[in-house]
């Protein structure tokens, strides 16, 4: 999910803005960046379905390639390859789920619901004491003391981690899928906003500390979007860094300006915005933006890192992560880098499953090896 729609208000008045109306708009988005509301959306449109095929009305994120998942208000089916695509409606195979009725829906990267159970693993719900109170998370049992702890992106959910579950169970990697301040069923954050990462991280080391106390001697982190902003505050900030010998990220939100910068473009907004905004965001929540350009400003622990970023991502831009992965020499820091085309934010699993999962396999049962 990630940061998708950050900018998504008023883009009609994106243009021309100067003086007092700048700062209104630039403080405008500020809170939209900090609200964790979650807004539910349904843009797409289902013309007809059978038990065979869905059709939607046409749309760039309708034709993207692979295997996805079609919500709507009261469902969730499990769509697969393009069939047909013409002036009567892209056409995609049903390869799972009850059949959508005509109507509005959204194709979302997440195809499973609603817990691991659906990918056929036991798991149990627990809570892990975080500084605000007990948060949910799934627990994946494996055997071996190297657990993955999986974080999510902003205004996403735990569903966004049951992509990947699979091949971590059969890495033999118990997992721990986790919840932060502000999620559905978490504390909120007291003073009610996202903080970006900038005190997330700290739900994150409680969860690393869960895990510790089970029997991890090691951990991997896995994460989508804000999830590595996470991930990086956690890596630069707690002591319990030490423990993490791997980590995937997938999207990876490694610098917040060329993310709000990338979204004002988007929209055609006029970048005078950004500087606005994160301002007002810095003063609200007291972030420093500049720990979160993991470029310039790597986190204390390193540890060898799979990046992987799709090319038309518009919510978070596959530049950073490029710049990241061809530093990583120079940085002290071990980071692979898989590119995928096609998909959008957080989307390279749904593009090519097997492709990706191979990837990860490959680096983990690579580099926990050699430990």
Do not use: C, K
């Amino acid at each position: 999910m990630g940061v998708r729609g950050l900018l998504a208000a008023g883009v009609g008045t994106g243009l021309g803005l100067v003086g007092a109306g700048a700062v209104g708009v630039g403080r405008h988005y500020a809170h939209v960046l900090l609200d964790p509301v979650r807004v539910v959306a349904y843009p797409e449109r289902v013309l007809r379905a059978d038990a065979e095929a869905v059709t939607l009305a046409g749309s760039r994120l309708v034709r993207q390639p692979g295997v996805w998942g079609l919500r709507w208000p009261d469902g969730l089916a499990v769509l697969g390859r393009v069939l047909a695509d013409d002036r009567h409606g892209v056409r995609r195979a049903l390869l799972s789920g009850p059949v959508p009725p005509e109507g509005p829906a959204v194709v979302d990267a997440g195809p499973f619901d609603p817990d691991p159970g659906t990918r056929g693993l036991p798991f149990t719900e627990v809570r892990v004491n975080t500084p605000l109170g007990p948060a949910p998370a799934w627990e994946v049992p494996g055997p071996r003391d190297v657990w993955a702890v999986a974080v999510h992106g902003r205004g996403g959910r735990r569903r966004e981690a049951l992509r990947i579950l699979p091949v971590l169970h059969r890495l033999g990697l118990p997992s721990l899928v986790i919840s932060y301040r502000n999620d559905d069923d978490a504390p909120p954050s007291p003073d009610g906003h996202f903080h970006l990462g900038d005190t997330e991280w700290e739900d994150l080391e409680a969860a690393v500390r869960y895990a510790q106390e089970r029997g991890a001697r090691r951990i991997v982190l896995v994460g989508w979007s804000m999830g590595a902003a996470i991930g990086g505050a956690f890596l630069d900030r707690s002591p319990a860094a030490e423990l993490v010998d791997a980590v995937v990220w997938d999207a990876p939100l490694v610098d917040w300006r060329a993310t709000l910068r990338r979204q004002a473009r988007n929209r055609l907004l006029p970048p005078q915005l950004i500087p606005i905004a994160t301002a007002v965001a810095r003063r609200r929540i007291g972030i420093d933006f500049d720990d979160f350009d993991l470029l310039r400003h790597p986190p204390a622990r390193r540890p060898p890192t799979l990046l992987v970023h799709s090319t038309p991502d518009t919510a978070v831009p596959v530049g950073p992560s490029r710049a990241l992965a061809a530093a990583g020499g120079e940085l002290g820091w071990p980071i692979r880098y898989v590119e995928v085309g096609g998909v959008e934010h957080t989307a390279a699993w749904n593009a090519d499953p097997e492709r990706y999962e191979r990837a990860v396999a490959t680096f983990l049962t690579e580099v926990l090896a050699q430990e």
